[in-house]
């Protein structure tokens, strides 16, 4: 099986689970019932969990919740109507990882929320357009910033999408913002990589909370991240992981 048939597999294989989740994330319901379904189907899949990869980390997921960003510990507080929730994950197939993640509304939708996320996937959609033989690294940083900031959010400056393969975390990373140094970085066929777009209501700063793996706003803002594997065509970006 080449890379480019098991990473096809394996991102239907994490699209099926992601596409599962918005009707399950409700009130009421905890973040490791969550983490819980996850694990169960990659394991039903036949495939291994990928986060399960990265040093003292025990869950298939992260999942954070309002100012919550990346990094969560699924954990027994239930949500609550109005939480507006990030889930995370990833699976190896045939040896190659596959990462997305989804955010989410709790109960009745907010229209001032709902108009963020709306812009935050397009930030995201922005970026995959640009991943395209001979664009740049910048180019995509370049296009979740647009985005976002023309609607009047941020992009957070201290994490990044990345490579992806045989690892789930690769060269190059790929910053939400217009950064100059990686216009060095050019994309090529038969790249993958997992773009990122990480967008705050507020200030985009971040603070580690204490469990020592969660990052948060810094002003409590809430946040979105949404992810997709991308796999580099000489046509263009093919969206490995979407929602079916």
């Known amino acids: 099986m080449t890379k480019y048939q098991a990473m096809v597999e394996g991102g239907k ?7 599962q989740l918005p009707a399950m994330i409700k009130v009421g319901v905890t973040p490791l019932e969550i983490d819980a379904f996850v694990d169960r189907a990659i394991l039903d899949g ?3 969990h990928s986060f399960k990869t990265v040093d003292h980390y025990k869950f298939a997921t992260c999942i954070n919740v309002n100012a919550g960003m990346v990094h969560g510990l699924p954990g027994s507080t239930p949500f609550k109507d109005g939480d507006v929730v990030k889930v995370d994950m990833g699976l190896i197939h045939e040896g190659y990882h596959l990462d997305t993640s989804l955010t ?8 001032s929320v709902t108009k963020f996320l709306d812009a935050s996937r397009r930030s995201l959609a922005a970026a995959i357009f640009m991943a395209c033989p001979g664009n740049t690294v910048f180019d995509l940083g370049e296009a979740m910033q647009r985005v976002a900031e023309a609607e009047g959010y ?14 789930l975390h690769m060269e190059p990373f790929i910053p939400c913002f217009a950064d100059p140094k990686n216009k060095k970085f050019v994309l090529a066929v038969d790249q993958t990589v ?23 706003t810094q002003d409590g803002s809430l946040t979105a991240m949404f992810e997709e594997t991308v796999y580099i065509t000489a046509q263009g970006p093919q ?3 979407a929602a079916n």
């Not at 400056?157 to 490579?163: N, P, S």
């Not at 200030?203 to 990052?215: A, I, M, R, S």
């Open 46 to 48: 036949g495939d291994k």
């Open 239 to 241: 969206i490995l992981t």
């Open 154 to 167: 941020n992009v957070v400056r201290d994490l990044t999408g990345h490579g992806i393969g045989r690892q």
């Open 13 to 19: 294989r994490l699209g099926w689970i992601k596409g």
């Open 104 to 111: 989410v509304q709790v109960g009745t939708p907010t229209p």
């Open 194 to 216: 997992a773009i990122e777009a990480m967008v705050t209501m507020g200030d985009y700063h971040l603070v580690e909370d204490p469990d020592g793996w969660t990052l948060s």
